[in-house]
């Protein structure tokens, strides 16, 4: 029996919602006159409506900590997608350590170059319909560009390239440090786009910086993402610029072991005033509660702190970032586990991606495969 929502208020529409959640049948039976009922007075979009029998399954290569997957696993969580990461690849075992912890132990390969034949992809690797990827920049041969041998072997890329080609998923997201536009006078990025769009619809990649998307971090990456169809422009997401404060993601009250050495503050001092006299801006970087942004954490963060200290007022020595605050600087929730070491903590955070930045992403590229699929639902 159908019901008329129309004769109910919103609080008994609400009531009778998670009645019929434990009554699959029912549910069944009246999802169609509920759905028109939702959309006609707009509690919702047509779009979630029809993206809750959605399902999208996922690979993670280069995963680090999985701050890629994250990002995507929060964008589909907000359009009511169910996600499935089938295969996650990564070498270093700190950084596997910390996504076990996390994610729990999916199938988990280590070395992703030896998975050899494309037999072996095959049988490895199960279909998935999005590939994720945070590769390391490495240039390709100058001598084998000047012959025309403008192909990716011998770099990590390859193993992207040859998943693409052989499993043929229908959308990839990579990301990169923002020098890999420049890197080798562009003839990496060239050689990669090149690969990349003999099979899919590959858009200009677009540099984000994590401040533009609610994080007190300046930190640009490039992204890259891939459509097996095209239908229309992809566009990258629009900049939110939404103010930051760093305040807002700092301890209080942190312990001592995070406060420099009055030693290591002179050195940190006298190269300032050397670096200065040269007219260049390295040196330290000191930000407080009220600044907007820090400079970008890097994977050498444990060393000595310089790029981000923190004051703790006048004539105190400042201190570094705790381990917590460098994972809310990427974007990770407090839920995230830190099951690793201060020093291996500060590397696998400074590695890895701003969340926001790729759940902003993940989100238009949902928005496009979406589209995607009800444009083949008409035809």
Known sequence: ???????????????????????????????????????????????????IKMKLKIIDLFAGIGGVRLGFEKAAKKKLIETNCVFSSEIDKYCIQTYITNFGKTNFYGDITKIGSTENIIKTIPNFDLLFAGFPCQPFSQAGLKKGFNDTRGTLFFWIEKILNVKKPSAFLLENVKHLK????????????????????????????????????????????????KINDFKFPNLKKIKTKLGDILETNPVKKYTISSRLWSGHKRRKIKHRKKGNGFGYGLFDKNSQHTNTISARYYKDGSEVLISRGKNKNPRKLTERECARLQGFPDSFKIPVSTVQAYKQFGNSVPVNVVEAISCEMINYLEAQNKKSKVA
Do not use: W
Not at 1 to 24: P, V, Y
Not at 32 to 49: A, G, H, M, Q, V
């Open 1 to 51: 029996m159908l019901l008329n929502f129309s004769s109910l208020d919103s609080l008994s529409i609400l009531s009778c919602r998670r009645a019929l959640c434990n009554n699959l049948s029912a549910l069944e039976d009246i999802l169609k006159d509920y759905k028109n009922y939702l959309i006609k007075y707009s509690i919702f979009s047509t779009y979630c409506i029809d993206s």
């Open 182 to 229: 420049g890197h080798d006078k562009g003839n990496t990025l060239k050689v990669i786009l090149k690969s990349l769009r003999k099979n899919y619809y590959v858009p200009d990649p677009e540099i984000l910086n994590a401040k533009d998307f609610g994080l007190p971090q300046n930190r640009e990456r490039i992204y890259i993402v891939g459509f097996r169809k």
